[in-house]
């Protein structure tokens, strides 16, 4: 079966040291993957994009690596700040007809210590 | 300033009441989903719209229906709402042409069916 699988436990790190959240998928072939943050109570806001063809993508202290081979994404905040808690989502292209549809995972809780 | 609005914040309906969530959104965008999210189990994609009139089942429609009679606006139908039901709805836009652009989403609507 297809699955999507985000670390369910919380991830607590302290502030200044480097975050990383792994998403894991089994039966996709995803044309791209995104990473979003999801604040209590609020809808996702989106990160960053990387496609099936690139291995790196940054943005500013974030960085998403993409392994089709592993099937594996890895998704790091590198100085992370208490600002940067909350939950993350990486999501799926699945192709689907002539279109692809956004599937998610289920989401990794990050909390950042002063 | 991009942006999705859900009719309502919160919602309390009674088993077997017919519901209307509604979407609405200002970017001229060809795609609009809905999706609902539960803890543990991250968003599920319940239908999709790839343009007017045009509509998708997603993984778990059961239950559910929609309707795109205008670009803009998508709307998410339970026909006879059940307890089942009870979750948070999220709305959520992009761009047409399928490769791979942001979703905007919407604040969502926290749905109790009593």
């Known amino acids: 079966s297809q699955k999507i699988e985000q670390n369910s436990e919380a991830l607590n790190i302290q502030e200044g040291k480097t975050a990383t959240l792994t998403c894991n998928y089994t039966?996709?072939?995803?044309?791209?993957l995104q990473w979003y943050r999801q604040d209590p109570g609020r809808g996702p806001v989106f990160l960053l994009l990387?496609?099936?063809?690139?291995k790196e993508k940054r943005k500013e202290r974030l960085k998403v690596t993409f392994d089709t081979t592993l099937k594996q994404s890895l998704f790091h905040i590198t100085a992370s700040q208490p600002a940067d808690s909350a939950t993350y989502l990486c999501?799926?292209?699945?192709?689907?007809?002539?279109?692809?549809?956004?599937?998610f995972g289920a989401g990794t809780r990050l909390a950042v210590h002063p | 300033d991009v942006k999705v609005t859900q009719s309502s914040r919160y919602l309390v309906k009674r088993t077997g009441e017919k519901v209307f969530l509604e979407c609405v959104q200002d970017?001229?965008?060809?795609?609009m989903f809905w999706y609902r999210q539960d803890p543990g189990l991250g968003l599920r994609l319940i239908y999709f719209?790839?343009?007017?009139?045009?509509?998708e089942k997603g993984d778990i429609p059961e239950g559910y229906s929609v309707s795109r009679e205008k670009k803009e606006r998508f709307s998410l139908i339970l026909e006879s709402a059940s307890t089942n039901q009870t979750s948070m709805y999220l709305c959520?836009?992009?761009?047409?042409?399928?490769?791979?652009?942001?979703?905007?989403f919407g604040q969502g609507t926290r749905l109790t069916v009593v």
């Open positions: 959520a836009s992009s761009p047409g042409g399928g490769r791979g652009t942001e979703a905007f």
């Open positions: 039966n996709y072939s995803p044309a791209y």
């Open positions: 990387i496609r099936e063809n690139e």
């Open positions: 999501a799926l292209g699945a192709r689907w007809g002539g279109y692809n549809k956004l599937i």
């Open positions: 970017m001229d965008h060809e795609n």
């Open positions: 719209s790839y343009d007017v009139k045009m509509k």
